[in-house]
């Protein structure tokens, strides 16, 4: 079951080719889909249309080279991520041509039965971007083999994490209700079947206490929020009440919790401050949360 919110040209009874953007929650029964097809590729994304893009953070003189670059190939349909700046023109053409194979690939497979099917899975790596001191181990064998070639990948069978007791207590508390602030205040964390609420506490404040320890108690506060929401890979609609302070205290709020999600992309979407005082974001689907996986 799914739905979408695209005009589709198909009669009824004929078959479509969708591409899944949101897996249901608890409340909700059908998958929401697009037919704006898409592949990803580790410096490209091919979209089913013809425009040309260029990711946001490649400086200009690096887009206008990639720009002239994809209209003197006859490129289509490209969204060049910020990894195509580090990698060489003749692999741009390369991945192109095997993303371009890929979506006529699944154009070919839509009458062929039976149906519905699964035709294409973008598989972990299209999501995976190391740093060179960090690692991904595998304890499953033929896991490893459909991702040896990732970078800095290693096979360690006997790898368990629950015998890991610091991982253990690290992956506890990121499923506890309270987190401490090094200042000396907390957030807490309440998942409701709604949305996300996170509360910003200090036990320490009071109507009398200045400007700038509210100040600095919210501005630690929204770093620690989004490093929670990355690491518990928190979705959906998210309210974040912070100590309530003025203007200027919440611009700088909102420039900084924008800032900080840069690391995740164009996952998140800050939407501001409402009249009562709370801040409101979302955050798309990115698979199951970890309160929902990890079992103490």
Known sequence: MGYTQEKISQSEGESVIVKVIKVPSEKEKALKVSTK?????????????????????INTE?????????QENSFKGVLFRTDSQNTTFEFLKEEYTNLKEKLNLLESEKDRLPTPKLLYKETIANRINLKENEEILFNDLELFKHYKNLKNSKLDAGFRIKYIS?????????????????????????????????????????????????RKINLDATKEIVRQILLRNISGAIIIDYIDSDEQIKKEIINLLKKELKQDGKNTTVYGFTRMGLLEMSRKNRGEELSNIWVR
Request: glycine share 6%; proline share 1%.
């Open 37 to 57: 097809l898409s592949v990803t590729g580790n410096a490209i994304i091919l979209f089913d249309d013809d425009f040309i893009k260029v990711s946001s953070k």
């Open 166 to 214: 610091e991982l253990v207590k690290d992956l506890n508390v990121l499923t506890e209700r309270e987190v401490a602030l090094p200042n000396g205040g907390n957030i807490t964390i309440e998942k409701t079947l709604a949305f996300t609420v996170i509360d910003v506490n200090s036990k320490g404040y009071n109507a009398r206490s200045s400007h700038e320890v509210v």
């Open 62 to 70: 690096m887009r206008n080279r990639l720009l002239n670059f994809a």
